[in-house]
């Protein structure tokens, strides 16, 4: 699945290094020795049928681990559906988010989900993130400093095999 | 204080000036690279077409948004003013008994002062971007739309965050400083009641917002309080998630540079909230009008309705590059922010800093939603020229001497035997310069001019230039004032290298000036007259195989404002219209006669492209120059960005056009290339001057003067 040089696995992954994300492609079964292998304080997955219901305050939370909707290569973007509020704070004030994203569910370009986009806040709300690396700012003499507001690392599993 | 008080003190400011020169530098590279491989021109059409529509079209939009947003449980409210909006705001802020509002960066709050506003009731708006924070604790405005703190240093901003937070502040830590404002802001995301946001993009089709950001904290304001209240302009309506995608596409490449933004988050209606006690947030859509309905139905000024607030026009504009962001105001700045002030605070307020414009068109390129914003800002000035008159000294020279083209030349033919006494040679280039100018001192003062020319170049031509007897080609040459009166050199050296190879080249029989000074000063009455006599004075078209400029200034008055002038005038209009289609300048006749060049010295060169080469005729001779010259080129950096002439605004804006030339100069200097190339007299006389009061030993060019005496033609 890896190293063909120019899949899209490989444009997403040099996209999202190039907005200082980590990226991992693994498959199923490593991501279970992922998830024991961390101490997350907060998980929301289907693949790993875990979904934290608890609210994480302006403390904050070392690690989250989120799996989110989509993926786009053009911009090294993955594509959160967060209506959901604990979702939305872990993943907003997790030190360290951790993301999952199916290989599958990798698209081209942001135009490719504008279904999903139209479909996701067609009904009473909707939340709708499109996370690209770290929280960051350049307002300080444009120097570019990590972990603004919001987490200082960003790191993605693409799950190979799903 | 004058426009002219706080140019020189943002001047005189050399950590601005660092800053800013940094930033422009490396904003145009990022840029650069961030567009590769996308076709610029066909992006930012689809962003112009998707927001080029009536008031009809918006208000439609509006209420469809309207709809969605009612359905899923939020309020809509327009605001008439940004007064009404402001109170609306502290409204919703006393109901929930918040005192404390965080908000994340919103220019449309900068426009209706709500900050001010929310203040003097008593309530308590806090600015979440970093950037934001740091202005309103140093109680200052933002001077930049994107980076609105890139005024101030790491010490200065050590300093405010010292005081503020009664600790030391390591200046050199840039990174604890942004932790500092990471920690106490996010203390203020739980203790606010009431969170803001403004919108980048509002569409339509579900109700549904997006927000571009980098930091975070638009999806903090927006998540963490149980109200949320949108603060938005109806401009940032859209249809639908593709055209919203077509401008999240160009929002951040133009803004910064980025590809992305860290964040672009959407939102639709009312989500849960925990904090609120019906377990769903409140949210509050503000629809600001303040002046803005009115224009989506002028037919040019809705143009600026078109505007995403990237900031690229101020980021590429030199003078905003030389002055920063206050002098512009409190509120828009850059090129879009002298439009958007004359627009939403009044041309009064507009009248001054619309002058700053050197309209070199730069920005009309960049704009990534496609607005000519050059030509508004030139009709801006004309509408205030009228209305608050122009400099009275400028509008008797219009009237009385450059609209009448007999007492023009008799008044030059006077200067140049006049000066004589005054003129001097230039020691290491032996051009003739006037020695001192009287009246001229100070920051006026920052090169020499040249002497004008004892013949003009109407005269010189009528006596070396004879018929051909077989031409292959015929031109029609328009040589402008600067050639007609100081450099007929350049001229000539034009017609003497088209005779030799067969090509015909008439002249009109007196010159006229283009025009173009009159527009700029915001004199549209004489720029018609001097049009009108212009066209003429021209020949008929369809005799002539093409039509030549050295200037490409009057190229571009003639292609673009010709017509613009002659509207109401059939006859003159089509004629306008048939001279534009064959009018170019003269290096891009040469290339389509196909001569093959070669260089006879050893010298390198380095070539300056005009602002209106490029951008009012499309061209430029860099490729010509590269292929004849080979190694010998140096590419100059910044070669397209202005020298810093623009006619009379060299002086009446001095120390602006010194600092853009300073830097075109350090550039040219930074080449180590012999000679300086440029094909626009205004350049020449500008680079030239600069370089002579420096005593910059180079050899400064026309471009029809380097060919004739350093080329020489292979024969085939
Ligand atoms: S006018 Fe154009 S370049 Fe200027 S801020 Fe608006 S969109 Fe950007
Ligand atoms: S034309 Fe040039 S000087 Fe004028 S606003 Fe645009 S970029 Fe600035």
Known sequence: MTSKGNSIIDRFTQSAIAVTAAVKVINKEQLLSEKEEHNFKFISSEILQQFDQHYIGKEGVDEALVEVNHAIAETGTVVLECSNEQVRTATCVAEHLYVIVKASSLVECSHDIVDFMAENTQNQGGYIAFISGPSRTADIERVLTVGAHGPRELTIFIVSDL | ?716
């Not at chain 2, 962003?47 to 439609?60: G, P």
């Not at chain 2, 900050?115 to 933002?142: C, M, Y």
């Not at chain 2, 673009?560 to 170019?584: C, N, V």
């Not at chain 2, 950096?637 to 202005?642: A, G, I, R």
């Open chain 2, 1 to 716: 204080m004058s426009i002219h008080d706080k140019i020189r003190t943002k001047i005189e400011d050399d950590v601005l000036y660092k800053n800013l020169k940094n930033f422009a530098s490396s904003y145009k590279q990022s840029k650069a690279n961030v567009y590769k491989g996308h076709d610029f021109e066909t992006l930012r059409k689809r962003v112009y077409d998707l927001k080029d529509r009536d008031i009809n079209k918006v208000m439609e939009q509006f209420h469809r948004f309207k709809d969605n947003a009612e359905k899923s449980g939020a309020t809509v409210y327009q605001a008439r003013t940004g007064e009404d909006a402001c109170n609306y705001i502290a409204e919703v802020m006393k109901k929930h008994n918040s005192k404390y509002m965080v908000k994340s960066k919103s220019m449309t709050s900068e426009e209706i002062q709500l900050n001010h506003r929310l203040e003097a009731k008593g309530l308590s708006p806090i600015e979440t971007d970093l950037g934001e924070w740091i202005l309103q604790i140093g109680d200052e405005h933002p001077s930049h739309m994107v980076m609105p703190a890139i005024h101030k240093t790491r010490q200065q901003v050590a300093k405010l965050f010292s005081d503020y937070t009664g600790k030391t502040v390591d200046p050199d830590d840039i990174k604890g400083m942004v932790e500092i404002a990471r920690q106490y802001l996010r203390d203020d995301y739980f203790k606010a009641g009431v969170g803001m946001t403004g919108a980048n993009i509002a569409v339509a089709e579900t109700g549904t917002i997006g927000l571009v950001t980098n930091e975070g904290n638009a999806r903090l304001s927006s998540t963490v309080p149980p109200v949320h209240i949108v603060l938005v302009g109806y401009e940032k309506l859209c249809d639908n998630f593709s055209e919203a995608m077509d401008i999240v596409k160009v929002l951040p490449k133009s803004a910064t540079g980025q590809n992305i933004t860290s964040y672009v988050t959407w939102i639709k209606g009312q989500n849960p909230s925990h904090k609120n006690e019906t377990g769903v947030k409140e949210t509050h859509y503000v629809f600001v009008d303040n002046g803005r309905l009115a224009f989506f139905e002028h037919p040019e000024f809705k143009e600026a309705l078109k505007c995403i607030r990237c900031g690229s026009c101020a980021n590429i504009c030199p003078a905003y590059e030389m002055v920063g962001g206050h002098v512009y105001g409190d509120r828009y700045i850059g090129s879009i922010g002298l439009i958007l002030t004359a627009l939403y605070q009044g041309d009064a307020d507009a009248q001054d800093i619309l002058k700053m414009c050197i309209g070199c068109r730069a920005c009309s390129f960049n704009c990534p939603s496609g607005i000519d914003l050059q030509k508004m800002i030139s009709n801006l000035k004309m509408v205030v020229g009228q209305k608050y008159g122009i400099n009275s000294v400028k509008k008797q020279v219009f009237n009385k001497v450059i609209a009448k083209p007999d007492r023009m030349k008799s008044l030059m033919g006077l200067g140049s035997t006049f000066q004589f006494p005054m003129t001097k040679t230039n020691k290491f280039n032996k051009e003739k310069i006037i020695a001192s100018v009287p009246m001229l001192s100070g920051e006026k003062d920052f090169r020499h001019f040249p002497a004008l020319s004892k013949k003009s170049f109407t005269k010189m031509f009528n006596n070396q230039i004879r018929p051909l007897a077989n031409p292959k080609k015929k031109v029609f040459f328009y040589p402008g004032c600067a050639v007609e009166y100081m450099y007929p050199e350049i001229g000539l050296a034009m017609a003497r290298l088209l005779h030799k190879h067969g090509v015909q080249v008439d002249i009109p029989s007196r010159s006229v000036c283009c025009g173009l000074p009159a527009i700029a000063a915001g004199d549209p009455e004489n720029a018609r007259t001097m049009i009108h006599k212009n066209l003429d004075e021209m020949k008929s078209p369809a005799d002539y195989d093409a039509f030549l400029v050295v200037c490409p200034t009057c190229g571009g008055a003639i292609k673009h404002e010709f017509l613009d002038f002659t509207r109401e005038d059939p006859d003159r209009y089509k004629l306008s219209k048939q001279i534009g289609e064959k009018l170019m300048p003269m290096g891009q006749f040469l290339e389509q006669l196909n001569l093959k060049f070669r260089v006879k010295g050893g010298r390198s060169v380095t070539y300056h492209t005009p602002c209106h080469n490029t951008r009012s005729m499309d061209y430029s001779a860099e490729d010509l120059l590269k292929n004849v010259l080979g190694e010998q080129f140096k590419p100059l950096t910044d070669s397209n960005v202005c020298c810093g002439f623009g006619g009379t605004y060299s002086l009446d804006f001095a120390p602006i056009s010194n600092g853009i030339l300073n830097k075109k100069i350090e550039h040219i200097e930074d080449t180590q290339a012999d000679i300086v190339i440029t094909d626009c007299p205004g350049c020449v006389m500008q680079i030239n001057g600069g370089l002579m009061y420096k005593g910059v030993e180079k050899k400064v060019m026309h471009l029809s003067s380097f060919i004739e005496n350093e080329l020489e033609v292979v024969p085939s």
